[in-house]
């Protein structure tokens, strides 16, 4: 009868060896599924690989701005031309999105439908690149000969670091602009799919990009 008896207790022992493996098989994948970084964590550091600088160039516009007439007045001072001119240039605008902080953000990601949503901070635009080259002038109610002319572009042009922050003024404005909002949206959808498929593994059926006012 001893003999048989012992089975009862080795039973017991072999049933809690078996929970126990059970129990540290389960805290081991709790702990691997911690450990795992979330999909706004993934986004911050593949954001950070794509743009160290933090800051997420999603559009660039190329664009006709009309100098201020503070600016004009300045480089007909600087000429000594007594006139009325329009000094205009063509720059290249380049919209961003701040991704130095991601608390800012909400991203989500649905397996089932494979859709991307993301909510982004408020966008900025960077200081005009002006094109130097394009810059014109034209005379209103005065006739200025051409070396007079030329004088003046070569001098707006010497002056295109404060020329681009008086059209800056005017950048910063068309981000209310429907369209430029519309580029922006589009320009981080695109990014949204190529994260997908390097940090995610998938190619997303859908991406929806929500702007602070939408």
Same mark, same amino acid.
């Given at each position: 009868?001893?003999?048989?008896?012992? /089975?009862?207790?080795?039973?017991? !022992?072999?049933?809690?060896?078996?929970?126990?493996?059970?129990?540290?098989?389960? !805290?081991?994948? =709790?702990?691997?599924?911690?450990?795992?970084?979330?999909?706004?964590? *993934?986004?911050?550091?593949?954001?950070?690989?794509?743009?160290?600088?933090? =800051?997420?160039?999603?559009?660039?516009?190329?664009?006709?701005?009309?100098?201020? =007439?503070? /600016?004009?007045?300045?480089v007909?001072?600087?000429? *000594?031309?007594?006139?009325?001119?329009?000094?205009?240039? +063509?720059?290249?605008?380049?919209? /961003?999105? &701040?991704?130095?902080?991601?608390?800012? +953000?909400?991203?989500?990601w649905?397996?089932?439908?494979?859709?991307?949503?993301?909510?982004?901070?408020?966008?900025?635009?960077?200081?005009?690149?002006?094109?130097? &080259?394009?810059?014109e002038?034209?005379?209103?109610?005065?006739?200025?000969?051409?070396?007079?002319? /030329?004088?003046?572009?070569?001098?707006?042009? %010497?002056?295109?670091?404060?020329?681009?922050? &008086?059209?800056?003024? %005017?950048?910063?404005?068309?981000?209310?602009?429907?369209?430029?909002?519309?580029?922006? %949206?589009?320009?981080?959808?695109?990014?949204?799919?190529?994260?997908?498929?390097?940090?995610?593994?998938?190619?997303?059926?859908?991406?929806?990009?929500?702007?602070?006012?939408?």
């Amino acid at each position: 009868m001893r003999r048989y008896g012992r /089975f009862p207790v080795l039973l017991v !022992f072999l049933a809690l060896g078996a929970a126990a493996v059970l129990a540290g098989s389960f !805290f081991a994948w =709790k702990a691997a599924l911690d450990a795992k970084p979330t999909v706004l964590e *993934r986004w911050a550091l593949y954001v950070e690989n794509l743009e160290p600088g933090q =800051k997420l160039v999603v559009l660039s516009s190329r664009q006709r701005y009309v100098a201020s =007439k503070e /600016f004009a007045a300045k480089v007909l001072a600087i000429v *000594r031309v007594k006139a009325s001119v329009e000094l205009s240039a +063509w720059a290249d605008v380049f919209y /961003f999105v &701040d991704a130095s902080d991601p608390s800012l +953000w909400t991203i989500a990601w649905n397996q089932k439908t494979r859709a991307l949503s993301i909510s982004a901070p408020e966008p900025g635009c960077l200081p005009p690149a002006v094109r130097t &080259d394009t810059i014109e002038i034209s005379a209103k109610g005065a006739n200025l000969v051409t070396n007079t002319v /030329f004088k003046l572009k070569e001098e707006a042009a %010497r002056m295109k670091d404060e020329l681009s922050a &008086d059209l800056a003024l %005017r950048a910063r404005a068309t981000l209310s602009d429907a369209t430029v909002r519309a580029g922006i %949206r589009e320009g981080l959808a695109g990014i949204g799919r190529s994260f997908c498929v390097a940090a995610l593994g998938t190619e997303p059926r859908e991406v929806f990009v929500k702007l602070p006012g939408d």
